[in-house]
C-alpha cells in the first residue's frame, strides 16, 4: 500500500498545482475555479483497503461541492478528515509560507516581504 499511496498522493499534489496555475491563468476572465479535495470517501477504493469504517459518504462532496459553488470558494474540504487537513493547511499557508514583513529576531535578519 505504501507506495501506492505515495503516486497517489503525488498525483494529487500535482493537480492541485496545476489548478492554481489554471486558476492564475483564467483569473481575467472571470471564470470559476474550484479545488475539491475529498478525504477517504465510501467508494470501492477504500474497500481495497478496509477503509469503508473510516469514510464518509459519497453524498457530503456533492453537497461540499454545491455549497462551494453558492459560496464561491476555492478551496473545498468535503469531509471531517480533509477539513482538518484544510485547517492545517490554513495554519501552514499562513505561517510559513505566506509571511507578511516582519523582524524574526533571530541572527539580526530581517524578512523581506517581495510584494511591495
Known amino acids: 500500500p505504501g507506495s501506492t499511496f505515495a503516486g497517489y498522493g503525488a498525483s494529487k499534489s500535482a493537480s ?3 489548478i ?9 476572465e ?5 479545488s475539491v479535495h475529498p478525504g477517504p470517501i465510501a467508494t470501492d477504493m477504500v474497500d481495497q483497503f478496509d477503509g469503508r469504517s473510516k469514510s464518509e459518504s459519497p ?20 469531509d471531517t478528515f480533509s477539513k482538518n487537513m484544510g485547517d492545517s493547511y490554513k495554519t501552514f499557508a499562513t505561517d510559513v509560507v505566506e509571511p507578511s514583513s516582519r523582524y524574526d529576531g533571530s541572527l539580526g535578519h530581517t524578512l523581506v516581504n517581495n510584494d511591495e
Open 20 to 28: 492554481q496555475g489554471i486558476r492564475k491563468s483564467v483569473s481575467p
Open 59 to 78: 453524498s457530503q462532496v456533492v453537497d461540499a461541492i454545491v455549497q462551494g459553488l453558492k459560496e464561491g470558494t476555492f478551496l473545498v474540504y468535503t
Open 16 to 18: 492541485y498545482s496545476i
Open 30 to 34: 472571470d471564470v470559476f475555479i474550484m
